[in-house]
């Protein structure tokens, strides 16, 4: 129930915050990125606080540039903030409390990626989130760790699924 309220309020908020958006280059083999085209939606949650959220990607078949974000709210309510100023943050991200996607790459069926730096309400400092996850048909499962000066802060699960497989 906790994580189909944060869906909801992120999509809410995604769709009323529109700004640009910056594709990131997917790393890997040609049949591997092929095997991530199409629209995928989906939530984190734990880490320190309990903190979830929403995720998205899409990725163009043919193509190995993907658009995504990432929404993470405390459960206070809160969003988490970007560390950039927000005039440079609204320039690559589609709404102002998404996080952009800095790096992605996939292989095999192992995805592994970083998203930018960001202001963690727990200790008032710049944080960064890595990615890992295991590809399996229309689904990806995975953990995350979420790290400030090299030192883990917080771990948590990950999932999506590809709502369409044209983008």
């Given at each position: 129930?906790?994580?189909?309220?944060?869906?909801?309020?992120?999509?809410?908020?995604?769709?009323?915050?529109?700004?640009?958006?910056?594709p990131?280059?997917?790393?890997?083999?040609?049949?591997?990125?092929?095997?991530l085209?199409?629209?995928?939606?989906?939530?984190?949650?734990?880490?320190?606080?309990?903190?979830?959220?929403?995720?998205?990607?899409?990725?163009?078949?043919?193509?190995?540039?993907?658009?995504?974000?990432?929404?993470?709210?405390?459960?206070?309510?809160?969003?988490?903030r970007?560390?950039?100023?927000?005039?440079?943050?609204?320039?690559?991200?589609?709404?102002?409390?998404?996080?952009?996607i800095?790096?992605?790459?996939?292989?095999?069926?192992?995805?592994?990626?970083?998203?930018?730096?960001?202001?963690?309400?727990?200790?008032s400092?710049?944080?960064?989130?890595?990615?890992?996850?295991?590809?399996?048909?229309?689904?990806?499962?995975?953990?995350?760790?979420?790290?400030?000066?090299?030192r883990?802060?917080?771990?948590?699960?990950?999932?999506?699924?590809?709502?369409?497989?044209?983008?």
């Amino acid at each position: 129930m906790r994580r189909a309220i944060f869906s909801v309020l992120a999509a809410a908020l995604v769709a009323g915050c529109q700004s640009h958006q910056m594709p990131v280059r997917l790393q890997g083999d040609a049949v591997a990125i092929a095997s991530l085209a199409g629209r995928w939606t989906g939530e984190y949650w734990g880490g320190a606080g309990g903190r979830g959220g929403s995720l998205a990607f899409t990725l163009r078949s043919g193509s190995d540039s993907l658009y995504g974000d990432v929404t993470m709210i405390d459960p206070k309510g809160q969003h988490l903030r970007a560390a950039d100023p927000m005039e440079a943050h609204q320039m690559h991200v589609q709404s102002t409390q998404g996080l952009r996607i800095d790096f992605a790459a996939i292989r095999a069926d192992s995805v592994r990626g970083m998203l930018e730096p960001y202001i963690a309400p727990d200790c008032s400092c710049a944080v960064s989130s890595t990615f890992y996850g295991r590809v399996q048909g229309n689904r990806i499962t995975g953990r995350f760790e979420t790290r400030n000066a090299g030192r883990v802060l917080a771990e948590g699960a990950w999932e999506m699924k590809r709502v369409s497989s044209t983008p």
